[in-house]
């Protein structure tokens, strides 16, 4: 700037001399104003561009700042939903564990010894009342389908679907075996703790992997 500055000046003033030269009537101040009058207004734009340009590059890093505030806050507020139907949906998966006083649980390996047992058990049933908890799982596990919002990318997950669609019907099964024949098959039950603990497992590493 300083050499364009001085440049320019030589030549100006150069072709100020030879403007004057019929009278030697060459004044410094006037020449130095003469300057000023063609430099101030540069200086004055470029003063003008420089504060626009900065001005612009603090709001669009304000911008920035603001942009990754609201998407790091949406995070967080998405998996503190997640989390809560979480939460929810363990502690009614887990209601079963509640009501193992009330459960008959038996290996039976043909139908015979399914009618038996069957006929023990309501003999001997004195107002415990029926054992309603495979509803009330299988109910939310079909209702889980409501969070497709908060779990979208899971859902499109192939073997997440399949594992939700097992743990549907061997909740239904349950529900189907305590309600014909007044207990459940070991077995069962053991698949549904199987299937359960992966389920679970399958939708809390899709959690925390957002953290």
Request: proline share 0%; charged share 20%.
């Amino acid at each position: 700037m300083v050499l364009l500055y001085l440049t320019l000046t030589y030549y100006l003033k150069d072709y100020y001399l030879k403007g004057i030269a019929n009278n030697n009537s060459f004044k410094n101040n006037e020449f130095g104003d003469f300057i000023g009058g063609i430099l101030n207004p540069l200086f004055t734009l470029l003063s003008t561009i420089s504060i626009i340009f900065l001005t612009y590059i603090v709001a669009k890093g304000e911008d920035n700042k603001a942009t990754k505030a609201i998407e790091t806050q949406k995070r967080i507020t998405l998996n503190q939903m997640r989390q809560s139907a979480f939460e929810n949906l363990v502690q009614k998966t887990n209601l079963y564990v509640y009501e193992l006083d009330k459960l008959s649980v038996h290996e039976v390996k043909n139908k015979f010894m399914q009618s038996v047992l069957t006929s023990m058990i309501k003999n001997e049933e004195n107002g415990k009342g029926r054992v309603t908890v495979w509803l009330i799982i299988l109910n939310e596990l079909e209702n889980f389908t409501q969070y497709k919002y908060l779990f979208s990318e899971l859902f499109q997950n192939e073997d997440f679907r399949t594992k939700h669609n097992e743990f549907i019907k061997v909740t239904a099964k349950l529900s189907q075996e305590q309600d014909e024949f007044k207990f459940v098959n070991s077995k069962t039950i053991g698949k549904y703790i199987n299937i359960q603990q992966d389920f679970l497992t399958f939708i809390g590493n899709y959690i925390y992997s957002e953290f």
